[in-house]
């Protein structure tokens, strides 16, 4: 995955998470759960044919977003995160879902920037905020539903669940009283 996150001082942080393949496998294992077919457009087997059960997913391959430019994204992610450190990166990574008694062997490359060595903070903050704004004054397209940045849904989706609390799928929730029986903690309610 790939997160950058950009202050806005009192406004919703600018935030961008996502995964460098066209869907994300923490969606795979949803759609498992749910007993639903994935998009054709998510996964390929070692043929390259489409794989729509989530329930073989170990047989393929997630497909990287934007083609050959977004394989080249992750793969230099994936240095940066593994390599770089000492992880692991490509086949000497541990599928966690496959061997869920095995500790990860994955990395992390975080690099974090301070505005205020390029300048002034404040002035940066407006900066970003200016961009944020002129964005969502933007004139979407013919039938389209708005512009957003990338943060606002999550802002949104935060005091949301800070209010209502966190949904659960029905089968995430029994795997989850079941590890706490199983460790001996306190079942969710």
Request: aromatic share 4%.
């Amino acid at each position: 995955p790939i997160a950058i996150a950009v202050p806005s001082g009192d406004k919703p942080i600018v935030l961008l998470d996502i995964a460098t393949t066209v869907a994300a496998y923490g969606k795979v294992k949803l759609a498992a759960q749910r007993g639903e077919l994935m998009p054709d457009t998510w996964m390929i087997d070692r043929s390259g044919k489409p794989i729509t059960d989530p329930k073989r997913a170990s047989e393929g391959s997630l497909l990287p977003i934007g083609e050959y430019k977004g394989y080249g994204l992750a793969l230099m992610i994936g240095l940066l995160a593994g390599s770089l450190n000492g992880a692991a990166v490509g086949k000497e990574t541990i599928d966690f879902n496959a061997q869920q008694g095995s500790a990860t062997n994955t990395g992390q490359a975080v690099i974090a920037l301070d505005p205020s060595a390029f300048g002034d903070r404040d002035a940066f903050i407006e900066r970003v905020n200016q961009v944020v704004r002129d964005i969502q004054q933007s004139t979407p397209i013919p039938g389209g539903s708005g512009i957003r940045v990338p943060g606002e849904g999550a802002a949104r989706t935060s005091e949301q669940r800070q209010r209502e609390g966190i949904p659960l799928p029905l089968e995430l929730f029994k795997t989850l009283n079941a590890l706490a029986i199983e460790h001996g903690v306190p079942l969710l309610l």
